[in-house]
């Protein structure tokens, strides 16, 4: 198991950016890949982006492909998202999450979590 703690959050201007950072800390030669996911009040938990540790491949949802960016930085044992072009839309707590298994475009296959980071998009 790991540990996961989100920063970067906050405030900003509808077109705006913000970079969000998820230290991932303890057995983390486990981890297969890294995601990131967000929910909004009243909403269900989206799936956002992830990243493998070991190539780097990355994967995104359709509604921020394009506007975010995610990468790793495997020496700091962190992961970023990038969001530029931010919409009201976007606004959310987001989630960085860990699984161990190669099915990591699987959503259900994250079970280690963070306690999230919000992030809030002004129109």
């Known amino acids: 198991q790991v540990g996961l703690v989100e920063s970067g959050g906050g405030l900003v201007q509808a077109g705006g950016s913000l970079r969000l950072s998820c230290a991932v800390s303890?057995?983390?030669?486990?981890?297969?890949?890294t995601g990131w996911f967000r929910q909004a009040p009243g909403k269900e938990r989206d799936f956002v982006a992830a990243i493998t540790w070991r190539s780097g491949d990355t994967y995104y949802a359709d509604s921020v492909k394009g506007r975010f960016t995610v990468s790793r930085d495997s020496a700091k044992n962190t992961v970023y998202l990038q969001m530029s072009s931010l919409k009201p839309e976007d606004t959310a707590g987001y989630y960085c999450?860990?699984?161990?298994?190669?099915?990591?475009?699987?959503?259900?296959?994250?079970?280690?979590w963070g306690q999230g980071t919000q992030v809030t998009v002004s129109s």
């Open positions: 999450a860990a699984t161990y298994t190669s099915r990591w475009t699987l959503e259900t296959s994250y079970d280690t």
């Open positions: 303890g057995r983390t030669y486990s981890t297969y890949a």
